[in-house]
């Protein structure tokens, strides 16, 4: 009995890791971006409910680790951008930030991952940069201090990272980054048996150019629109795989074909601001069913580079975050409205019949909007912040607040709210095609209502 006992342990406890190591279901990002998200506890449940396999935060909320402890939810956790030039010099600490965020939790939290910078090569500077290998290498000693060798140590990137993506064979890593930055990344990432972790977007370069990039090839949808690298002849049928097999090619470039990717986020909005085509509902729903059934098949398919490579991954996001800075695009990723209701029924272990879901809403921005409009001040804004943006505003371009100086066409309401909307619209249309935006740090939005009366005609933009 006792010998038939041991290799049966062994056995299933081998099973167990493959099967973890290489379980295809997605997870999904937590961010807590939101003055209105439910707490922790709740939101596990949540994700549990949604089938998801892992979660990652962007942080290490102890709450949230706490939270965890009771699943078995793999986790991914996070070293914020902000001390990653101070830990790349000094090992005391890293050890403590180790030592206080992952060693009360490990090994009952199953911490798997642990990214050091989110998107750092987009969202810092040089000094960040230089500043990051050296600071993975610190915490990967950190956790082998502490006896943890089962947590990779990575760092998410954006597809900003390359300054070639096209065809993907020509795929080639930017180069103020290639030397200094991804080549010691990949070298590390191969010595430590980590992954590449990407973040993945195809609904930016179609909307950046839906003429060009057919709607149906970036979600997934289509049966006849092909891309064929001229490169390498490898035929591609999604933007996706286009978009991954770019940064293979740019690993390889560099001599690193074998490191794994791991897709840290993708995801379509399900919302935005006019001005922003096709997020909506249905073309998000359609996406992330349609990756999820991809990233889910058995045996893996990987891409046309790397048939048959699974891709671990995280869906984003967990919940519509009201809190995230840029477009509105940015606050309508979640897969959950933050009450905890579906914004559409998905199923991330992607065994549920696509038939059991209930309908979808038909989208209604899958063209550029026809129409003008306009940028006003947001309902109960900050007054004392939206004074500030009035004179920023005003501050700029040419003549923009003419029209509400006294006895002028527009001075009346003679009110904040009223001379803020004007100067927003008038900003807008001046900047809007050099990159200025309708947001003035959550204080402005977009409208399709006329905000002009009378002999007061409010500056428009038109796409
Ligand atoms: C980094 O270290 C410097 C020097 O010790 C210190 O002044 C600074 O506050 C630290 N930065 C952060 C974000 O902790
Ligand atoms: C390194 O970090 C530790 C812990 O925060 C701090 O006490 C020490 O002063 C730092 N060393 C240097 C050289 O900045
Ligand atoms: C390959 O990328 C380079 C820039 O790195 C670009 O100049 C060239 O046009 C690209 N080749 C093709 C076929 O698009
Ligand atoms: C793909 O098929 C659709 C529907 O059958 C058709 O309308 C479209 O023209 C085809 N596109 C191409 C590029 O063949
Ligand atoms: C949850 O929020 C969404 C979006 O605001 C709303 O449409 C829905 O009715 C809410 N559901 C519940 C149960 O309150
Ligand atoms: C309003 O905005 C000002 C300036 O940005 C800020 O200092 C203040 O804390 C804000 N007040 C509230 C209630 O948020
Ligand atoms: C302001 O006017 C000048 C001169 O006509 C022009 O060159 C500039 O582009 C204008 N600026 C904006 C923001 O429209």
């Known amino acids: 009995m006792a010998t038939l006992h041991v290799p049966l342990f062994v056995f299933s406890f081998l099973v167990s890791i493959s099967s973890a190591e290489f379980s295809s279901r997605p997870g999904v990002n937590y961010g807590q971006l939101g003055n209105n998200l439910p707490p922790p506890w709740k939101s596990v449940e949540l994700i549990k409910s949604l089938k998801a396999k892992r979660v990652k935060i962007y942080d290490a909320n102890p709450e949230i680790l706490k939270a965890l402890q009771k699943t078995n939810l793999q986790v991914s956790i996070m070293v914020p951008n902000e001390i990653i030039v101070n830990i790349s010099t000094n090992q005391t600490l890293a050890d403590q930030w180790v030592k206080s965020n992952v060693v009360p939790f490990y090994p009952k939290t199953l911490i798997r991952y642990l990214l050091v910078g989110n998107e750092i090569i987009s969202s810092t500077g040089p000094d960040v940069w230089f500043s990051l290998v050296p600071a993975m290498r610190r915490i990967k000693h950190s956790l082998k201090t502490y006896g943890i060798t089962k947590v990779k140590v990575g760092t998410s990137s954006a597809m900003d990272v390359l300054q070639s993506s096209f065809p993907p064979s020509n795929g080639t890593f930017r180069s103020d980054i290639s030397d200094r930055v991804m080549k010691p990344m990949l070298q590390f990432l191969r010595r430590t048996k980590s992954f590449f972790f990407l973040d993945v977007y195809p609904y930016f370069p179609w909307a950046s150019d839906p003429t060009n990039i057919n709607l149906d090839y970036a979600l997934f949808e289509s049966k006849n629109i092909t891309v064929t690298d001229s490169g390498t002849g490898l035929v591609y049928h999604n933007l996706f795989d286009q978009m991954l097999d770019a940064v293979y090619f740019a690993m390889k470039r560099l001599g690193y074909p074998d490191i794994r990717i791991y897709i840290a986020e993708t995801g379509w909005p399900n919302g935005g601001d006019f001005d922003q085509i096709g997020a909506n509902i249905y073309n998000a729903a359609t996406y992330n069913r349609n990756v999820v059934k991809k990233l889910t098949a058995k045996p893996a398919i990987g891409t046309p580079a790397r048939p048959g490579w ?29 009450n905890g209701s579906h914004v559409y029924d998905i199923d991330l272990s992607g065994k549920r019949p696509e038939s059991e879901f209930k309908p979808l809403p038909p989208p209604e921005n899958n063209e550029p909007y026809k129409g003008k409009i306009w940028c006003v001040a947001v309902k109960g804004a900050n007054r004392t912040a939206l004074g500030g943006a009035l004179s920023y505003a005003c501050s700029q371009g040419n003549r923009t607040c003419d029209a509400i100086q006294p006895e002028k066409s527009c001075f009346k309401p003679d009110s904040l709210a009223w001379h803020a909307s004007y100067a927003f619209s008038s900003y807008w249309s001046q900047f809007r095609k050099s990159g200025g935006t309708c947001y003035f740090n959550g204080l402005a939005t977009q409208t399709i209502k006329d905000p002009s009366y009378g002999s007061c005609k409010f500056p428009s933009v038109r796409l």
């Open 310 to 338: 699974p891709l671990p991954s995280f869906i984003f996001a967990l919940f519509n975050e009201n809190q995230k800075t840029g477009p509105g695009t940015e606050r309508h990723f979640g897969l959950l409205y933050p």
